[in-house]
T-cell receptor, first 114, second 114 residues
Framework: GDSVTQMEGPVTLSEEAFLTINCTYT??????LFWYVQYPGEGLQLLLK?????DKGSNKGFEATYRKETTSFHLEKGSVQVSDSAVYFC?????????????FGKGTMLLVSP | EAGVAQSPRYKIIEKRQSVAFWCNPI?????LYWYQQILGQGPKLLIQ????????DSQLPKDRFSAERLKGVDSTLKIQPAKLEDSAVYLC????????????FGPGTRLTVL
């Protein structure tokens, strides 16, 4: 079945550091890929998405590129802020499933210190 | 635009008791989802509704869990009787339609079973 693997956290960075959170997936065909973010005490929010190979999703300074050859969708940000501290989830939705079902990774906690 | 509402936010019960969670999706959203998020893991889909019909309940433990979405709007998820392993955050999400529409999540209900 479909699965998503994320790097384990927590990832601890100083403000303005470069961020990478790795995500790889296993799926039949070419799924849509997503990054969701969960701030403390809040629900998940869609951060960015990509629906086909080589697409780059971007939002709020975060970027991720859909790499079919390596089945990866790594999340990056050039300069993190304290307010980026949250849990980040990589997820996929099967192509042609007919439904927008999401399979999530376990999540990676990011802690940014001033 | 109001987001997805859930109540209660927190619930503590003893094992073998019953509990119910309520969700009000974003107005006009046809698809509603219930997820279970165990500590340290990503959300796992329990059940998906399209209007008031069940689309996917393959991962719902039907011997103890039940859900309904009468009139295709609000939904309730019930656990009876609860087990210790049901301790988790129960997330409700909604999307405009079932074909890879963005899912909007509520804040969740944190259930503790003692």
């Amino acid at each position: 079945g479909d699965s998503v693997t994320q790097m384990e956290g927590p990832v601890t960075l100083s403000e303005e550091a470069f961020l990478t959170i790795n995500c790889t997936y296993t799926a039949t065909g070419y799924p849509s890929l997503f990054w969701y973010v969960q701030y403390p005490g809040e629900g998940l929010q869609l951060l960015l998405k990509a629906t086909k190979a080589d697409d780059k999703g971007s939002n709020k300074g975060f970027e991720a590129t859909y790499r079919k050859e390596t089945t990866s969708f790594h999340l990056e940000k050039g300069s993190v802020q304290v307010s980026d501290s949250a849990v980040y989830f990589c997820a996929l939705s099967p192509l042609n499933s007919g439904y927008s079902t999401l399979t999530f990774g376990k999540g990676t906690m990011l802690l940014v210190s001033p | 635009e109001a987001g997805v509402a859930q109540s209660p936010r927190y619930k503590i019960i003893e094992k073998r008791q019953s509990v119910a969670f309520w969700c009000n999706p974003i107005s006009g959203h046809a698809t509603l989802y219930w997820y279970q998020q165990i500590l340290g893991q990503g959300p796992k889909l329990l059940i998906q509704f399209q209007n008031n019909g069940v689309v996917d309940d393959s991962q719902l433990p039907k011997d103890r869990f039940s859900a309904e979405r009468l009139k295709g709007v609000d939904s309730t998820l019930k656990i009876q009787p609860a087990k210790l392993e049901d301790s988790a955050v129960y997330l409700c999400a909604s999307s405009l339609d079932q074909l890879r529409g963005e899912q909007f999540f509520g804040p969740g209900t944190r259930l503790t079973v003692l």
